[in-house]
Structures are given as C-alpha cells and as structure tokens.
C-alpha cells in the first residue's frame, strides 16, 4: 500500500513538473526568454510561484531541466561500455542515438524546434545556462575517465580526452542552430549533422582509440 501511495505521489510530481516545463516551453517560444516572469509561467500552470521554484531552482531551468537525465545517461554509457571498447567509441554510439525533435519530421514539430532555436538564440542567459551545463559534462567525464584510466592527481589526459569529445557536441549544437536559424530542418539536416558528427569522431579516432581501455 505504501508502495502504490508513494508510485502515485511520484507521479503526480512528474506530472505537475511537466505541467510547468510546458507552460513555460509555451510562454517563451511564443515572447521570448527574457519577456516572460516567473509568475506568468506559474498562472499559466495554475501553480504558486514558489511551486515552480521547488521544481526548477532558477528561471533557465525551465528550459534545461532534462539534461541533468542526458548527463546522468552520458556517463553511463561510457562507465558501462563493454571491456576493451575506448570511450571514444561508447561516447559516439551514445551521441548519434539521440535524436530529439530533430528526428521527428512532422510539421509541428519542426515549428517547435524553430521556435526553441530562436528562443536560445535571442537570450545570452540561456547561452550561458547552456555553457555551464556543457562545461559540467566535461568535468563529469574528466572524472569518470581519470578513475577509469587510474591517472595520478592532477593527469592531463583525462581532461583533454573529455573536452575533445564533449567539443564535439558542442559543435554539432552551434552547426545544427545555425542551420536551423537559416530556414533548414528535416531529415536532410538530420542526415548532414550525423554525417558531420562522425567525420569529427573520425578525427579523433587515431589519438583516442585505446583511451582508456
């Protein structure tokens, strides 16, 4: 019974937490990141302000609130790759699988991409959100890879491996909103960006193959 209550009482907080991130999704493609407060966003999911704030500690979490689930996956994949296989190769295969609102070819969902595109685009804040999280990675991955490697205190390698392949990443997102920015979606883009993608992990590949096996 105190199973089935606690299920419930989770559900109903993903629930209300996805009710928010909507109406805020909503309220910002349509004016702006930076045109909308807090307590529109709260009216407009019938919710207190300090209800929103219990869900997403600041304003720019509204719009990044997945990626903490995205990091969490990210070093998963590479902790749990099978023995003898490079972090390179389990990053890759992790990286190309995602496929978000990109994949999706339907009309609606283009518009939306568009939208959110913009939206990043027009606001520095959610620029610098976004740089901070990206920046979070790498360190994640710095860590995860120096344990796995056994480096001593203060290796280079491990850094220098998690910045490069996370700067892929951040690569393909700069690519992928500029061609949004200038009017192409669909899956000819889709095709172009993976395409792109594995021509830099092609790169990487002869320095970063056997890291760390």
């Not at 209800?51 to 590479?78: H, I, M, S």
């Not at 360190?139 to 203060?154: D, V």
Request: aromatic share 8%; no cysteine; net charge neutral.
């Amino acid at each position: 019974m105190l199973s089935g209550m606690t299920g419930l009482r989770e559900r109903k907080k993903q629930q209300t937490r996805q009710a928010i991130a909507e109406s805020a999704r909503r309220l910002f493609t349509e004016r702006g990141f930076e045109h909308v407060t807090v307590g529109e966003i709260a009216r407009a999911a019938d919710v207190s302000e300090q209800t929103v704030f219990n869900y997403f500690p600041t304003k720019e979490d509204l719009v990044y609130w997945r990626l903490g689930t995205f990091e969490q996956e990210l070093l998963g994949a590479v902790r749990t790759r099978a023995e003898g296989e490079s972090a390179l190769t389990a990053f890759r295969r992790f990286l190309l699988a995602q496929r978000g609102l990109l994949g999706d070819h339907d009309e609606a969902a283009s518009a939306q991409l568009v939208a959110f595109t913009r939206m990043i685009a027009e606001s520095r804040a959610l620029q610098q959100r976004e740089a901070q999280i990206l920046d979070g990675y790498t360190a994640a991955l710095a860590a995860l890879l120096a344990e796995q490697a056994g480096a001593a205190p203060g290796a280079l390698e491990p850094s220098v491996v998690a910045s490069a392949l996370v700067g892929v990443h951040r690569s393909l997102i700069a690519y992928t909103r500029g061609r949004i920015l200038a009017g192409e979606s669909g899956p000819g883009l889709a095709r172009d960006v993976r395409a792109r993608a594995e021509r830099a992990f092609a790169l990487l590949e002869g320095g970063l193959a056997d890291y760390p096996r």
